[in-house]
């Protein structure tokens, strides 16, 4: 009960935003409806900003939900409404044999967690703050420049490649819809045929 | 436990919730009577008398109005997602409302009348009730809070809105919500961009992302050194005056993507009643539907707020000196002017079509607000 008797309102707050981020990934895996599993990932994100805010990151926090919460996710919705994805049907064959490998990969995960946990002393509180804009920009732009530039260059690779593959299976469809239109277009035998129902006639 | 009754700092606590009460109910009045404004503002713009019955000059119309929404049926249809349903209007509120401990309604240490008087009484009580609470009530601050991030924190929570629009166009399990909800989507995150480099001249002027100390540093020439005009972190002299090129540009390109961004009229796809009904809260009736109005009118406030306080220097305005309590009312008139603007442009000009929407934003907004950043940088090189 030692530790209790120090336990302040930061505590508590971690404790919420930690449990809730928790509960909110198990949402992510265990629904099967991809709309709820997608509002689960948003509520990590926002709870894991909580968690920054509790370590005083408040720029972290902030660009977590920006980007992540507010950009990503929103891409990730939009997807799921738009190709209206349905729920997903239990799949148990195919996942007949991977459960076996659950127990060693969750054993190996708790492994390294528990190791880096060790690594990790209690830090020094220090003059700067680790989440400050002033910091993570003179970072970002001095000591991390290359990684960062090469992670941009990496991203409009990825960008570029995503437009290439909607591009050439989109030219197939236009090139179709091109020749039935040119087809459509020709206006000879919709004239032959009225012109033979009024001889008919 | 005692060390966690000390851990909170009591009257800090009790002064901001007091403060996000009274803030509270001023954005709620001033959200209900934009409503009135703009029924009113768009009646004599199309030439008729709008409401005017409930009250003097209809000025009861929003709690009429109100009173309607509360006491209507609320129809919940049988297809929807009822979870989903019914969380989405929240969704869509409460990140809206969250923005508002950030808002500099005006200055610092604004002396409080009868603060003198208060200071005793709360001093007084908390020695007899052995509190030991030391609290200095003779002036206040006209904002919640500040942090260092504060204009990213409004991005942040304006971000989050989207969802509400988003969720209520998915689980209304109905044609016309999924396609405003789509739209919206689409159309919220297309204009971010646009709205939050546009600010990005204005933090190069200012050098923080701090909302209150952004508008602190436009108090020079007598409360009128606004941003654009300028502003203040240039310099002294003519030559400050080079950073108001960037300013006006970036004061367009942000009010341009505001609208856009509330889903405003000429902008306003997600709720075009010629092809969508009413867009992603079709569905919805009584108080839900009412939930979606009022966080339209918060986050029209909210925007106007930021356009106030990031280019038309928030409460600083002439005099400011020397009547210090003339912030708030400076404040607010600028936040009334852009509201108006909002009912002007609805009076004015027709929609968009949704392609020119897309094409506006990202041909010609984004790439405009990417130079204006490239020509603010340069000048402020130029003029440092």
Redesign the interface.
Same mark, same amino acid.
């Given at each position: 009960m030692e530790q209790f008797a120090q336990i302040q309102v930061s505590h508590l707050f971690f404790l919420a935003f930690a449990s809730l981020a928790v509960v909110a990934a198990f949402n992510v895996i265990l629904q099967r409806n991809p709309i709820y599993s997608a509002i689960g990932l948003i509520v990590v994100m926002c709870s894991l900003a909580g968690l920054f805010l509790t370590l005083a990151a408040e720029f972290i926090a902030a660009i977590q939900i920006i980007v992540y919460a507010g950009a990503i996710m929103v891409l990730f919705v939009f997807v799921i409404m738009l190709l209206n994805v349905r729920e997903e049907d239990a799949k148990a064959d195919r996942q007949k044999y991977l459960k076996f490998l659950a127990v060693p990969l969750f054993l190996a995960l708790i492994a390294e967690v528990m190791a880096v946990l060790k690594t990790i002393g209690n830090p020094a509180a220090s003059e700067t703050v680790p989440g400050a804009v002033e910091t993570v920009a003179e970072g970002m732009f001095t000591t991390y420049l290359l990684p960062f530039e090469a992670t941009s260059v990496l991203i409009l690779m990825a960008i570029v490649g995503s437009m290439l593959l909607a591009r050439r299976e989109s030219k197939e469809e236009t090139d179709e819809i091109e020749e039935a239109l040119t087809v459509a277009n020709q206006p000879t035998p919709i004239v032959e045929e009225s012109s033979e129902e009024e001889v008919h006639a | 436990?005692?060390?966690?009754i000390n851990?909170?700092d009591f009257p800090y606590v009790l002064g901001a919730l007091i403060k996000v009460a009274i803030f509270w109910i001023t954005i709620m009045i001033i959200c209900a009577y934009a409503v009135y404004a703009e029924r009113r503002v768009l009646a004599v713009i199309q030439n008729r008398l709008g409401p005017n019955r409930v009250g003097w000059q209809g000025l009861l119309q929003p709690f009429a109005d109100l009173i309607k929404f509360i006491f209507k049926e609320d129809i919940i249809p049988m297809s929807v997602n009822r979870a #989903?349903y019914v969380m989405a209007p929240v969704i869509s509120l409460v990140p809206a409302m969250m923005v508002l401990i950030v808002y500099p309604f005006g200055p610092d240490d604004l002396p409080l009348p009868g603060g003198e008087f208060l200071t005793q009484v709360v001093n007084d009580l908390s020695t007899k009730l052995g509190l030991g609470w030391n609290v200095d009530l003779r002036t206040v601050d006209l904002h919640v809070t500040h =942090?260092? /991030?504060g204009i #990213?924190?409004v =991005?942040? @929570?304006t971000? #989050?809105g /989207?969802?509400g629009i /988003? *969720?209520a $166009?998915?689980a209304s399990n109905s044609k016309y919500s #999924?396609l405003g $909800?789509?739209r919206s989507?689409?159309q @919220? *995150?297309s204009y971010?961009l646009g709205l939050s480099l546009s600010v990005v001249a204005v933090l190069l002027m200012a050098g923080t992302?701090d909302l209150t100390e952004i508008v602190r540093q436009q108090s020079g020439w007598g409360g009128m050194r606004w941003n654009i005009f300028g502003g203040t972190s240039a310099g002294e002299g003519l030559k400050s005056l080079a950073m108001a090129v960037p300013a006006i540009f970036a004061f367009f390109i942000y009010l341009i993507s505001a609208i856009a961004e509330t889903n405003r009229v000429p902008f306003d796809l997600p709720e075009a009643e010629t092809e969508l009904v009413a867009g992603f809260h079709t569905e919805y009736s009584a108080l839900k539907f009412a939930l979606f109005f009022i966080a339209e009118y918060v986050n029209m406030t909210t925007v106007s707020v930021l356009a106030t306080s990031l280019f038309l220097g928030g409460w600083n305005g002439p005099f400011i000196n020397v009547f210090p309590w003339l912030g708030p009312i400076y404040f607010l008139a600028k936040v009334f002017f852009f509201l108006f603007l909002y009912i002007w442009l609805r009076g004015t000009l027709p929609r968009l079509r949704y392609d020119q929407l897309m094409n506006f934003g990202w041909k010609f907004l984004l790439p405009a607000a990417l130079f204006n950043i490239a020509l603010a940088a340069t000048i402020a090189v130029l003029v440092y």
């Open positions: - | 436990m005692s060390s966690l851990s909170i #989903l =942090f260092n /991030v #990213l924190y =991005f942040a @929570m971000g #989050l /989207v969802y /988003v *969720v $166009g998915w #999924l $909800g789509l989507s689409a @919220m *995150v971010e992302l």
